[in-house]
């Protein structure tokens, strides 16, 4: 090819260190082809890296809450990871001198601490379970925003609806410890095979089911649960169904009418790849 510039893209998950880097060419052009633009860079289509998402793409949303809840039996006390209403007046309220200002969060995602992500927890369906039943435990976190977003509303007198955003688990997470089993999640009977492709996406279409069930168990009026996070940072290219597990995941939650979102981590893997991750 004829061309005066080159650069090179690596995308790596470890660190390297990379001594030098040589490309080879000649000066005689006149056999060369001639690079021309195919249209990739313009218009909607474009890959857009390091930049947020504008508030049309998410449906007016502005400013989301990370709610971090569900931490293990063990460390759960003294209200850790247990969202009352008067822990999310201050997050939802621009609180002055004892007064209500103006609003301020307009969403709040939920997600787990890193003590259920590195337990066993997070790897079992009775963990599973018990994270969907601190999500949606009476009077708090998801009850809790219900609540608060209430107040807020009757206090400014502004109809303060509340975006909701949960979390989708991995089937293979690769750190913490390990149970000897993931367990059976459906009731079917039979041990979840987590080996298994099939096995995988059923697991993940369970998850958002029961999230979406128990959202929808009882009226709540001033929340709308506007879509679903991948848990997980960074995309592990290496792993095993890891790109069909997430883009099922992302099919089914885009069908459903949600927003399907991710935090990766500065420069993580398959963070400029967003788009064909299906976020």
């Known amino acids: 090819y004829c061309a005066s510039w080159v650069r090179f893209d690596l995308d790596i998950h470890d660190h390297i260190w990379i001594e030098s880097l040589s490309l080879y060419g000649c000066t ?9 633009d195919d249209g990739s860079c313009n218009g909607s289509d474009a890959r857009i890296v390091n ?8 449906d007016g949303v502005h400013n989301i809450l990370l709610a971090y809840n569900g931490m293990p039996p063990e460390f759960d006390k003294d209200g850790v990871g247990r969202f009352s209403v008067d822990d999310m007046l201050p997050y939802l309220a621009y609180i002055k001198d004892g007064k209500m200002q103006d609003t301020f969060f307009d969403s709040v995602l939920f997600l787990p601490f890193a003590r259920y992500t590195c337990s066993t927890l997070y790897k079992t369906a009775d963990g599973w379970k018990y994270y969907l ?11 809790a925003v219900d609540k608060a977003a209430k107040i807020v509303s009757d206090e400014l007198g502004v109809e303060h609806n509340v975006k909701i955003f949960l979390p989708i688990f991995h089937t293979k997470p690769t750190y913490g410890e390990f149970p000897d089993s ?3 999640i459906d009731g079917d009977g039979i041990e979840e095979n987590l080996d298994d492709l099939k096995t995988c996406k059923k697991d993940t279409k369970w998850f958002i089911d029961a999230h979406i069930a128990r959202f929808a168990e009882k009226e709540r009026k ?22 069909e597990i997430l883009l099922y995941a992302s099919e089914y939650v885009h069908s459903l009418g949600y927003k399907f979102i991710w935090i990766p981590y500065y420069q993580a893997w398959g963070y400029d790849n967003w788009k064909a991750n299906g976020f």
């Open 222 to 243: 001033n929340v709308t649960l506007a879509g679903f996070y991948w848990h997980e940072e960074s995309i592990q290219y290496n792993r095993p169904n890891e790109m």
């Open 28 to 36: 005689d052009i006149s056999s060369a082809a001639v690079i021309t």
């Open 182 to 184: 993931f367990g059976d």
């Open 51 to 58: 930049r947020y998402p504008s508030y049309d793409e998410l």
């Open 133 to 143: 039943d601190n999500t949606f435990s009476e009077g708090e976190n998801v009850d």
